[in-house]
């Protein structure tokens, strides 16, 4: 009798940790807008990840920069 309420317990419980478990306050990874990681923004002349100063970016690989 006690393994058939735990086993009703798990059955009813798991649904709901995996849906607790995947709840991220909003902040879906969805690849949206509102990705939580930066965008890696790469330089057009040679591919390497570029410096962000705010206003403008630099490669550090090739010394290329450009406006934001």
């Not at 798990?10 to 709840?23: D, I, Q, T």
């Not at 991220?24 to 990874?29: E, R, V």
Request: with cysteine; proline share 7%.
């Amino acid at each position: 009798m006690e393994a058939l309420i735990l086993l009703v317990i798990g059955v009813v419980a798991l649904p709901f940790l995996l849906l607790a478990s995947r709840h991220d306050g909003g902040k879906g990874t969805g690849g949206g807008a509102s990705s939580p990681r930066p965008r890696r923004t790469r330089c057009p002349n040679c591919g390497s990840p570029v410096i962000d100063h705010g206003s403008y970016w630099e490669c550090g690989w090739c010394g290329d920069y450009g406006q934001n």
